[in-house]
């Protein structure tokens, strides 16, 4: 057995020295490597060369509120988007605003994101302290009240993206067709800021990436699917103009104006989408004042079959389970099966 010590001293020694085992070390002790949002805000942008840079124009319109608020810190982002759908002798017309006081932190900070329309539909998240609350502006269960939410997955961050992206989204409506003119320097809430004009650049070339066809039911697809789809695969941006100013320090889009149409065929005729909006950003360094709500419903389960379903939504329930009356219940296994004519 003494014999066998020396042996097992030498390999010890020639796998501490094992440059495979080495490396292996080397990876599970590292530091973790910094959340996107924080590697992504280290990032120098020079929104000097916005106008220049497809690159860089494309970074800063499609920067997300948590690399935005690494970059610029607490602030207060405003939207309102207007919606006016005109075709088929039709004419209709929303107006949607977001809201969105962001706290220090964009990884993991506190904030409250609202987004709201005309048609009185809306949304209200709140995260303070990594606790998640959320509300509805419409609905009859809890309508108006915030409920906990425990096991957020990604709905507080998503909305505060959503709050945020409207830039974003306006960029890709018009298929990112948004072309920056450099108009000097301007200032926006006491901070330097490029300013460009906006105007409708010619189509991006096709890079040759296709989709994978859409999977399609077998009774195939709904009307408002399809409306959409067609939608998607055939609007053409057909004007645009506006301006936006980008801060010259942290590459953040501090005001944006945006008036652009968008033109489709469909089988009743030709359609046109009119888009307008106008997003500002204020109170730059300032932390809002972020509380949980003092009156608020406990996170629960969702209701456990239909019945529970039915009841949760003040559905009468006439009928225990299984459809039968009490007196038409089988009787206990004890007294056996119920006599003919029972």
Excluded at 116 to 137: H, K, P
Excluded at 251 to 275: F, H, N
């Amino acid at each position: 057995m003494k014999s066998l010590l020396p042996l097992l001293a030498v390999v010890a020694l020639a796998a501490c020295t094992d440059p495979v085992d080495k490396a292996a070390k080397k990876r599970i002790f590292s530091p973790e490597d910094p959340p996107q949002a924080v590697a992504s805000a280290s990032q120098r942008l020079p929104p000097e060369e916005a106008a220049d840079s497809p690159a860089i124009s494309r970074r800063i319109l499609g920067m997300g509120a948590a690399e935005a608020t690494e970059r610029i810190g607490p602030h207060h982002y405003t939207a309102t988007i207007g919606w006016e759908w005109n075709g088929n002798a039709h004419s209709v017309r929303l107006k949607e605003t977001r809201d969105l006081h962001a706290g220090k932190g964009g990884v993991s900070g506190d904030f409250d994101a609202q987004l709201s329309n005309t048609d009185d539909q809306g949304l209200e998240v709140i995260r303070v302290g990594g606790q998640v609350f959320a509300r509805t502006t419409y609905g009859r269960q809890g309508a108006g009240r915030f409920r906990e939410r425990r096991r957020d997955r990604g709905m507080a961050e998503r909305t505060r993206e959503e709050a945020y992206g409207a830039v974003r989204d306006f960029d890709e409506l018009f298929r990112g067709r948004l072309k920056l003119t450099a108009q000097g320097t301007s200032t926006v809430e006491g901070r330097t800021a490029w300013k460009y004009s906006v105007s409708l650049s010619a189509p991006l070339p096709d890079t040759g990436q296709k989709l994978p066809p859409r999977a399609v039911p077998k009774s195939g697809l709904d009307e408002t699917t399809a409306r959409r789809l067609a939608f998607y695969d055939t609007h053409a941006p057909r004007t645009l103009q506006g301006e936006v100013l980008v801060d010259a320090e942290t590459s953040v889009v501090l005001k944006a104006k945006l008036d652009g149409r968008i033109a489709m065929a469909t089988d009743a005729g030709d359609a046109e989408l009119r888009l307008t909006l106008e997003t500002a950003m204020t109170d730059l360094g300032k932390a809002p004042s972020l509380a949980a709500p003092k009156d608020f419903l406990p996170d629960e389960d969702k209701p456990v079959g239909i019945a529970a379903a039915m009841e949760r939504f003040g559905v009468e329930h006439k009928l225990p389970d299984g459809g039968l009356p009490s007196s038409g219940k089988a009787k206990n296994s004890e007294e056996g099966p119920p006599e003919e004519g029972e």
